[in-house]
């Protein structure tokens, strides 16, 4: 018998997203690059890793609210940044938007968004006048091109800005290779894109974006800059030295270099490297509030969630990515509670162990 509830978690909304998608489309967001291990492997580290909880602590509901980059948010979780919202639903990323305003969360929006930059956060706005929203940027070798980008973001009200740093090129989608899928439908553009006309086949992920290219963006804008992509523990170090401002934990869901390991396998060290100095998030197989617990006591601040807001999106618009955080909401309130901690800085390190470790 067909459930009459519609999806109870993410996997389930992932399910029903496949049946409601243009089977290319679903493809473009599940994918990852070539064999796709580092995308399966995201998702498996967090199975492998066990939580010890702590008993009789006595200390009643926990509370989720907590602080990212200074920024207040609802709980600990945040959008990644994703692109093409409209190849999931017709609310595109307005629908995004007011879904993560909605829910007091932050919102990364893309680049390479099909909605612009400006109509995102006034939709975002009309939900929430104090919503987050950060901007993602693929640093393009054209600085004039770049700084116009960066200027329609600051004038929108993005309050960070995130420079990709894991994409010196694309990473190799086979089940894009196979579905001829390298372009997006007639009728779509990237609206952030318009200084170049629009088409995603302008942007250039370059090898020579360089520490150069931050010095120089530092130099434009006084917006705080967080870079994703980060694996290695040298280059935390070096982030840090260079005066960024925090650090996503990822390897892009799998889609750029494929065996890199899982992020949150990487999570420890790059935590030792930076040292409290300046926050960092995980994004990377976050598909449960036990995930987040993880994360958290591994060294991050927040998680961050790709696919899943897609699978919400496609099912349901801005209602299924309002279902979608409330349901990873529900976990992480539920995760915390059964841990014994009672707030999102306060998850031990010791919480977690390996398979059934010490
Ligand atoms: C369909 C799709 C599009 C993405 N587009 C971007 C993008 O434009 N810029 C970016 O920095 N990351 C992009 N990412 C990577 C996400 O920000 C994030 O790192 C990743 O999805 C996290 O893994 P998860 O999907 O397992 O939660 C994309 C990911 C997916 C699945
Ligand atoms: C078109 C791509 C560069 C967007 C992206 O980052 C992705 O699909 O993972």
Known sequence: MKSVRGPVNVREFEHAARDALDPVFYDYFASGAQDEVTTAANEAAFRRLCLVPRVL??????????????????????MAPTAFHRLAHPGAELATARAAAGAGVVMIAAMLATTAIEEVAGEARKVDENAALWFQLYVQPDLGFTEAV?????????????????????????????????????????????????????????????????????????????????????????????????????????????????????????????????????????????????????????AAVGRPVLWGLAVDGEDGVARVLSLLRAELV?????????????????????????
């Open 57 to 78: 602590r006595g200390l009643g509901p926990p509370g989720l609210e907590t602080t990212v980059l200074g920024h207040r948010t609802s709980m600990p979780l945040l």
């Open 150 to 302: 960066v200027r329609r973001a600051e004038a929108a009200g993005c309050t960070a800005l995130v420079v990709t740093v894991d994409s010196p090129a694309l990473g190799r989608n086979e089940r894009g290779d196979r579905n001829g899928f390298h372009d997006l439908p007639p009728g779509m553009r990237c609206e952030n894109l318009r200084e170049i006309g629009g088409d995603v086949r302008g942007v250039v992920l370059s090898p020579e974006i360089s520490w150069r290219h931050l010095d120089w963006l530092r130099g434009i804008t006084g917006l705080p800059i967080v870079l994703k992509g980060v694996l290695h523990p040298e280059d935390a170090r070096l982030a840090v030295r260079r005066g960024v401002d925090g650090l996503i934990v990822s390897n892009h869901g799998g889609r750029q270099l494929d065996t890199t390991p899982a992020s949150i396998d990487r999570l420890p060290v790059i935590a030792d490297a930076v040292g409290g100095e300046i926050p960092l998030v995980l994004d990377g197989g976050v598909r449960r509030g036990t995930d987040v617990v993880k994360a958290l006591a591994l060294g991050a601040s927040a």
């Open 334 to 358: 539920n995760a915390l509670t059964l841990c014994g901690c009672d707030s999102p800085l306060s998850v031990p390190r010791d919480l977690v162990v390996e398979g059934g470790g010490r």
